[in-house]
């Protein structure tokens, strides 16, 4: 049998955005290579020119709203409503605010795999609004997808306990690459690195306070923006003039350059607090990123006993960043063991197998809708 798959509700293929297009990049040519044809939905404008592009991967530009608020909903809206029209074998859905237009895939017999992502009507970036509109999508994911992938097992929890629904666990996974050299004249071991989209609940506000305390003694690297602009990037744009200690490098989509930044970085800061298994933290880790991390459920089920954990105050963020820079021996250790962690269960290999046997399973049990335990 033709196996086919629709990947619908990230920004295309191949692109450097976020956690859900890094996995696309490793999940596509994947799938290709264990026989299924592959389309990606996406953005016009949003996916890289990429000379390790997979030709094999077709890929498909809907038309959408470019905006905070809507992009989500509607490039879903367009992505699923041609997907629909296509009957490809399975529907592999990323975020669920697009749990609105899973009817439309149903009706036309289409199984569907739902990664849930993070709890998004939790984030302090939406307003009131979105948040329900989140909340509202989660259910219509409960109700109407065939199968769910939670990254975390206490996602898994969370929609066994809200949704009454179980979830397949599938993490993100990482790669260790060659040892790259400190780029931008920067010194192994002495700098402290924050990697982050500029939200509220990635702590950005907390670390930039931090960051002025720290740069008083160390030098500060911040990669990331807000993509919109905004209060946050304004804050990183007057810390990177106001010390020549502070480099703010905006968005990276090199990741050798990224790479190269978490594996001679003194101390990595992950301040993500709302979500499950982070693809990025799990990068650093496979970097040996000696790593602060907020405290949250999510980081420690990431990281056990690899990383130093710290409220999140800009006084106790700064301490703790200090404390490990000024650590040799702290820096060994905890990049030993983030390394050792993430080989061992957060590889793409893994990945990517948990995603090919959850669409098959959905493909073969098409007929009607079954709820695949945890």
């Known amino acids: 049998m033709n196996k086919s798959v629709a990947i619908i509700g990230t920004r295309g ?151 009454g629904r179980d979830g397949i666990f599938i993490p993100y996974g990482g790669s260790e690459p060659e040892q790259l050299p400190a780029p931008d004249g920067l010194v192994k071991g002495k700098y402290a690195l924050l990697v982050a989209r500029f939200v509220p609940e990635n702590t950005v506000g907390e670390f930039f306070s931090a960051a002025a305390l720290l740069a008083e003694r160390h030098e500060v690297v911040i990669v990331g923006s807000s993509g919109y602009g905004g209060q946050f990037d304004e804050m990183a744009r007057a810390l990177d003039a106001s010390s020549d200690r502070v480099r703010w490098l905006g968005h990276v989509s090199d990741d050798r350059k990224l790479f190269a930044l978490w594996q001679n970085a003194g101390v990595y800061f992950h301040g993500h607090s709302v979500g499950g298994t982070n693809p990025a933290l799990v990068q650093a880790m496979a970097c040996g990123a000696p790593t602060v991390a907020r405290d949250t459920v999510y980081n420690r089920e990431v990281l056990g006993d690899a990383g130093v954990f710290v409220e999140p105050r800009s006084d106790k963020i700064a301490i703790a960043l200090h404390g490990v820079l000024g650590d040799e021996a702290l820096q060994a250790r905890l990049g030993a063991e983030a390394r050792m962690r993430q080989q061992q269960t957060y590889t793409w290999d893994l990945v990517c197998r948990g995603y090919a046997d959850a669409l098959e399973t959905a493909c073969a049990q098409r007929t009607g809708r079954i709820r695949v335990p945890a």
Not at 14 to 19: A, D, L, V
Not at 65 to 73: D, F, I, M, R
Not at 136 to 148: I, K, V
């Open 13 to 163: 293929y191949p692109s450097y955005y976020g956690g859900f297009e890094t996995l696309v990049r490793r999940l596509a040519p994947y799938l290709a290579d264990d026989g299924w044809s592959v389309t990606v939905y996406g953005r016009r404008g949003s996916a890289a020119r990429d000379p390790l592009r997979d030709p094999r991967i077709l890929t498909m530009k809907t038309p959408g709203v470019e905006s905070k608020s809507l992009s989500t909903l509607s490039y879903g809206l367009t992505s699923t409503r041609h997907a629909s029209r296509q009957r490809p074998s399975v529907a592999l859905i990323m975020n669920v605010a697009n749990g609105f237009w899973l009817p439309m895939l149903q009706r036309q017999g289409i199984p569907t795999v739902v990664n849930v992502d993070g709890i998004e009507w939790e984030r302090a970036k939406w307003g009131g609004l979105a948040k329900a509109v989140f909340r509202r999508g989660a259910q219509m994911t409960a109700a109407h997808a065939d199968h769910l992938v939670c990254d975390s097992w206490e996602i898994v929890r969370r929609w066994r306990e809200g949704f």
